[in-house]
């Protein structure tokens, strides 16, 4: 004979379910942080890489000055992002580098 479960039980089922449903939209959610977090990264990698490769040396104690003339090419007419853009909008979003 089946037994039924009370009220009682069949809510702190749902309970429980609710619980471990919960635990994974979390680990689903920090994955996916995880995730952007390498592609950003990996982003800011390459772009380290692109401005040491431009200037042809490492420039950590020059990283202020680039940070300045950046700054003041964006306060000058946002120069630099105009640049991004219309470098974006010919290449259709494609990134080039100069071969070594």
């Known amino acids: 004979m089946a037994t039924t479960k009370t009220t009682e039980e069949q809510l702190k089922e749902?309970?429980?379910r609710i619980e471990q449903?919960?635990?994974?939209k979390r680990q689903i959610q920090n994955r996916a942080k995880a995730e952007e977090r390498k592609k950003r990264t990996k982003m800011l990698i390459e772009i380290g890489g692109t401005v040491v490769k431009v200037l042809g040396r490492d420039i950590p104690e020059d990283l202020p000055k680039l940070y300045n003339f950046l700054m003041q090419q964006e306060e000058r007419g946002k120069y630099f992002s105009r640049a991004m853009e219309h470098d974006n909008d010919e290449n259709h979003g494609a990134v080039t580098a100069p071969n070594e």
């Open 14 to 16: 749902i309970d429980e």
């Open 21 to 24: 449903m919960k635990a994974r």
